[in-house]
Nanobody, 120 residues
Framework: QVQLVESGGGLVQPGGSLRLSCAAP????????MGWYRQAPGKQRELVAT???????NYADSVKGRFTISRDNAKGTVYLQMNSLKPEDTAVYYC??????????????WGQGTQVTVSS
């Protein structure tokens, strides 16, 4: 079982910034798309942003212009820079990674989640 390790969540005031990181184990050397999702209390998990191995990005409309997703392929790590945070960004943020395998096709693995709270 592959476990992605997240870090960087916390409490921040409205208008503030946070940077999330998510790393795959060093043994994983080939990762296709990576992404960030979030789940607020009582709501469905929703896409925040994704990035392909080649660097193409996609964002939810609610975060465009405020959040930036990036990745370091050599480190197997994906980042989410969050600026101009709003209370409605409060959620547990999860990263995921699409990892191709020979025997079972492409598998999707998730991080454990990190809490982001935007409040004054």
């Amino acid at each position: 079982q592959v476990q992605l390790v997240e870090s960087g969540g916390g409490l921040v005031q409205p208008g503030g910034s946070l940077r999330l990181s998510c790393a795959a184990p060093p043994s994983i050397t080939n990762i296709n798309a990576m992404g960030w999702y979030r789940q607020a209390p009582g709501k469905q998990r929703e896409l925040v942003a994704t990035i392909t191995k080649g660097g193409w990005t996609n964002y939810a409309d609610s975060v465009k212009g405020r959040f930036t997703i990036s990745r370091d392929n050599a480190k197997g790590t994906v980042y989410l820079q969050m600026n101009s945070l709003k209370p409605e960004d409060t959620a547990v943020y999860y990263c995921n990674a699409e990892i191709p395998t020979i025997l079972t096709g492409t598998l999707i693995y998730w991080g454990q989640g990190t809490q982001v709270t935007v409040s004054s």
